[in-house]
């Protein structure tokens, strides 16, 4: 190999490092912090069940826009690492806001005005990686690697939390958006170095024109019930630990620790799996897999319950996340746009997880309600995603 090629290699050898190690970095502040959110509302703030449902819910209104806003707007320029910048500005701005504020309003307008500008990096992460042609198998890999951040990101935060207070985990997160504002600026300088400097914006059809069409309604519902059923989980896991089971806050970290370290395998074989059941069968055996788990979090009465049932936890999410992504990318052609739809299925999903959290955590049952709950949603979304499809095949049937 000549000099000059042996510089190229290294050259594109390092810009393919950049994108899984920006998702193992944004992976890690949000598994630093977004199962942390309720339980320091709780205890830094005196907030109620009812009270850190409405937080959840507003903070993420303000996801929503955001994420319907700022992708879409990158497709335009193709363009996806400058907005990638301002998630890491308003990720420092958020943490800091929180660790300072002193009254539960002021720690509310915080998640609203900042934290929802803060949360879309990771769908502007993948739709960077679509424009620029990756496969499908490597975006799998760098949700694989997303999940690996949640394998010492949960535990770590508890211990923080336990050691040195609440407000410790907020500045840990503000430490790594100042990181990520740094591998973000080096991302720039690769990426106009790279043959995709040049390459045009993506082209497809306009958001009106994908939202009529039954296909992305149907995909759309199924993934806002599987998202609210996740987001009230995790949100919740915490409390149900603490507040039913008796068991130290470490239990939590340790429980979703464990469910991101299955992920990973499940991830990785989920590409040949997929390729050779459909992405929609793969999705309705996780929905399955969810009810297991959310009927064992509902009865759980230990730890061992606990940390046993992630593996059927993990496989659900696998499959919603990873096979869910990759689909909104092959039924909308432009990859903001797929970005966004996907994470607002889990945004406007979050935003039905507040009532749900607040309804569950004010039941007989505690806040295991709020996992009968999940399984109630994750039975909902498999009914929309298998009924269209059970449909044709009827109608076909009697055609023939």
């Given at each position: 190999?000549?000099?000059?090629?042996?510089?190229?290699?290294?050259?594109?050898?390092?810009?393919?490092?950049?994108?899984?190690?920006?998702?193992?970095?944004?992976?890690?502040?949000?598994?630093?912090?977004?199962?942390?959110?309720?339980?320091?509302?709780?205890?830094?703030?005196?907030?109620?069940?009812g009270e850190v449902g409405l937080a959840l819910a507003a903070y993420n209104v303000s996801g929503f826009v955001s994420t319907l806003v700022v992708?879409?707007?990158?497709?335009?320029?193709?363009?996806?690492?400058?907005?990638?910048?301002?998630?890491?500005?308003?990720?420092?701005?958020?943490?800091?806001?929180?660790?300072?504020?002193?009254?539960?309003?002021?720690?509310?307008?915080?998640?609203?005005?900042?934290?929802?500008?803060?949360?879309?990096?990771?769908?502007?992460?993948?739709?960077?990686?679509?424009?620029?042609?990756?496969?499908?198998?490597?975006?799998?890999?760098?949700?694989?690697?997303?999940?690996?951040?949640?394998?010492g990101g949960p535990p770590f935060a508890a211990f923080l939390m336990g050691v040195l207070g609440q407000r410790s985990v907020l500045w840990v997160?503000?430490?790594?958006?100042?990181?990520?504002?740094?591998?973000?600026?080096?991302?720039?300088?690769?990426?106009?170095?790279?043959?995709?400097?040049?390459?045009?914006?993506?082209?497809?059809?306009?958001?009106?024109?994908?939202?009529?069409?039954?296909?992305?309604?149907?995909?759309?519902?199924?993934?806002?019930?599987?998202?609210?059923?996740?987001?009230?989980?995790v949100s919740s896991l915490p409390l149900l630990v603490t507040g039913e089971l008796g068991l130290d806050v470490e239990w939590s970290g340790i429980?979703?620790?464990?469910?991101?370290?299955?992920?990973?395998?499940?991830?990785?074989?989920?590409?040949?799996?997929?390729?050779?059941?459909?992405?929609?069968?793969?999705?309705?055996?996780?929905?399955?897999?969810?009810?297991?788990?959310?009927?064992?979090?509902?009865?759980?009465?230990?730890?061992?319950?606990?940390?046993?049932?992630?593996?059927?936890?993990?496989?659900?999410?696998?499959?919603?996340?990873?096979?869910?992504?990759?689909?909104?990318?092959?039924?909308?052609?432009?990859?903001?746009?797929?970005?966004?739809?996907?994470?607002?299925?889990?945004?406007?999903?979050?935003?039905?997880?507040?009532?749900?959290?607040?309804?569950?955590?004010?039941?007989?049952?505690?806040?295991?309600?709020?996992?009968?709950?999940?399984?109630?949603?994750?039975?909902?979304?498999?009914?929309?995603?298998?009924?269209?499809?059970?449909?044709?095949?009827?109608?076909?049937?009697?055609?023939?």
């Amino acid at each position: 190999m000549t000099p000059v090629a042996r510089s190229g290699f290294l050259a594109g050898h390092r810009r393919s490092l950049l994108v899984p190690s920006a998702a193992l970095l944004w992976g890690t502040q949000f598994a630093f912090l977004n199962p942390a959110i309720g339980i320091i509302l709780v205890s830094l703030y005196g907030a109620s069940a009812g009270e850190v449902g409405l937080a959840l819910a507003a903070y993420n209104v303000s996801g929503f826009v955001s994420t319907l806003v700022v992708p879409t707007r990158a497709d335009r320029r193709g363009d996806y690492l400058r907005p990638l910048l301002w998630c890491g500005g308003f990720t420092i701005a958020l943490t800091t806001a929180l660790a300072l504020a002193t009254t539960l309003p002021l720690a509310v307008l915080a998640l609203v005005a900042l934290g929802g500008p803060a949360g879309i990096a990771i769908g502007l992460l993948f739709a960077y990686q679509r424009h620029t042609g990756a496969s499908v198998q490597q975006i799998m890999r760098t949700r694989a690697v997303f999940s690996f951040a949640w394998v010492g990101g949960p535990p770590f935060a508890a211990f923080l939390m336990g050691v040195l207070g609440q407000r410790s985990v907020l500045w840990v997160v503000a430490a790594l958006g100042v990181l990520g504002l740094a591998l973000t600026r080096v991302m720039m300088h690769a990426h106009a170095t790279s043959p995709h400097a040049n390459a045009a914006p993506p082209q497809g059809e306009p958001m009106g024109v994908a939202l009529r069409r039954p296909e992305v309604l149907v995909l759309l519902g199924t993934f806002v019930a599987l998202g609210a059923a996740l987001n009230a989980a995790v949100s919740s896991l915490p409390l149900l630990v603490t507040g039913e089971l008796g068991l130290d806050v470490e239990w939590s970290g340790i429980a979703l620790g464990t469910c991101a370290a299955l992920e990973i395998p499940i991830l990785v074989l989920l590409g040949r799996i997929t390729a050779r059941f459909g992405p929609r069968r793969v999705v309705a055996v996780g929905c399955l897999a969810g009810l297991v788990y959310y009927a064992a979090m509902t009865l759980a009465a230990s730890p061992v319950v606990l940390v046993v049932g992630q593996l059927p936890n993990a496989v659900f999410i696998a499959t919603m996340s990873g096979v869910g992504l990759t689909l909104f990318q092959d039924v909308v052609g432009r990859p903001g746009l797929a970005s966004s739809l996907f994470m607002n299925t889990t945004r406007v999903g979050a935003i039905v997880a507040g009532p749900v959290i607040a309804l569950g955590g004010t039941s007989a049952l505690g806040y295991s309600g709020v996992f009968l709950g999940c399984g109630l949603l994750v039975l909902v979304g498999m009914v929309v995603l298998v009924t269209p499809r059970l449909t044709r095949a009827a109608t076909a049937r009697r055609a023939a």
